[in-house]
């Protein structure tokens, strides 16, 4: 059974910091993996989806990597801004459960 | 403007009562889902469809049931039989359905239902 972790839970680092987000799965049969956005009370915004096949995506300061034979993937934000405060979700789009896994989040707070 | 719509934002319900929370996207999307996002649980999907007239549970589909008779709409209703309902509901699209590299999520702002 697929599962998705999340560590660390919370994390705090002043603006304009680099950092670095991390997403772990322990099946590696995946269709693609997906890394969300959270504000408080919202719903979840799409930032970026990475294929089975792709080993890299970027958008804007934001970039996620894909490793399938380890099980990992990692969301790079450059130059860190308070704006970028929230809760960061990463998903799995698992091909043996037929199902999209969800981790729990990192919970992101950028100090001005 | 394209997206997802949900109806309505906050909704109070009283024990022993049906509710109906409204999902509307109009992104010609294929595929809906709904989840359920309790503090410290993450999001647990309660059913999805890939295609209008079909849907399947998730994991949690106990007190709750769907309907898609059109494309652009997937109402859950959440019924008396559903322990503990009090939750955020988050309803989803996406192109094309799920055993695809294409799959790309897209949200809703979400209901909160609170059981009084």
């Known amino acids: 059974k697929q599962e998705v972790t999340q560590i660390p839970a919370a994390l705090s680092v002043p603006e304009g910091e680099n950092l670095v987000l991390n997403c772990s799965f322990t099946?590696?049969?995946?269709?693609?993996l997906q890394w969300f956005r959270q504000d408080p009370g919202k719903g979840l915004t799409s930032l970026l989806l990475?294929?089975?096949?792709?080993r890299e995506q970027t958008s804007g300061r934001l970039n996620a990597s894909l490793d399938k034979s380890s099980g990992r993937s990692t969301l790079y934000i450059a130059a860190s801004q308070p704006g970028d405060s929230a809760t960061y979700l990463c998903?799995?789009?698992?091909?043996?459960?037929?199902?999209?896994?969800f981790g729990k989040g990192t919970r992101l707070h950028i100090l001005p | 403007d394209g997206g997802i719509t949900q109806s309505p934002k906050y909704l109070f319900r009283k024990e022993g009562q049906n509710v109906t929370l409204s999902c509307e996207q109009n992104l010609n999307h294929d595929a809906m889902y709904w989840y359920r996002q309790d503090p410290g649980q993450g999001l647990r999907l309660i059913y999805y469809s890939q295609i209008v007239n079909d849907f399947q549970k998730g994991d949690i589909a106990e007190g709750y049931s769907v309907s898609r008779e059109k494309k652009e709409s997937f109402p859950l209703t959440v019924t008396s039989a559903q322990k503990n309902p009090t939750a955020f509901y988050l309803c989803?699209?996406?192109?094309?359905?799920?055993?695809?590299?294409?799959?790309?999520?897209?949200f809703g702002p979400g209901t909160r239902l609170t059981v009084l």
């Open positions: 998903a799995v789009d698992t091909s043996r459960d037929d199902k999209i896994i």
């Open positions: 990475i294929q089975s096949s792709q």
């Open positions: 099946d590696s049969a995946i269709y693609n």
């Open positions: 989803a699209s996406s192109p094309t359905g799920l055993a695809s590299s294409y799959n790309e999520q897209f």
